[in-house]
């Protein structure tokens, strides 16, 4: 599971979501992404649940690249416990999305089957996404 290896605050609150995404928002690395449409959680098990999926669909040709990290801590109290006593500890690990996001990004591999890989990790977020294509700018020079 991806999460930081050290953390200068063990909890943090919860925070908004408010807004696009400002940076992140551009396929830079790849020919198709996975771009984020809504605003929401992404935890470390989806975010591997979608990498797996990506690297099955692709059968080793390729390459992905993981452009979210979960680096903000979600705390969750204990079941069945009562009120009071502090807050409750790290359950799990979560990367904050905005729509207008790069999620992951393939390359290295024909239209075809990009598409049919970003489409399967599709299934396996809650929040909602498209497939986008990298904009070439300025072919020839």
């Known amino acids: 599971m991806l999460m930081p290896k050290r ?4 909890k943090q609150m919860r925070g908004r979501m408010k807004g696009k995404a400002s940076r992140g928002v551009d396929v830079n690395f790849g020919d198709y992404g996975l771009k984020a449409l809504d605003c929401g959680y992404m ?25 979210v990290f979960p680096d903000k801590p979600y705390t969750k109290r ?7 006593k502090g807050k409750g500890a790290v359950d799990h690990w979560v990367a904050v999305i905005r729509p207008g996001r790069i999620l992951f990004e393939v390359g290295g591999t024909d239209a075809d089957a990009a598409v049919r890989a970003l489409n399967r990790a599709r299934y396996k977020l809650g929040i909602k996404t498209k497939v986008v294509a990298r904009e070439t700018m300025g072919e020839g020079s």
């Open 78 to 84: 204990a079941a069945e416990t009562r009120m009071g």
């Open 43 to 67: 935890t470390a098990r989806q975010i591997e649940a979608c990498r797996r999926a990506i690297v099955h669909e692709l059968k080793r040709r390729g390459k992905i690249w993981i452009r």
């Open 7 to 10: 953390v200068k605050y063990r």
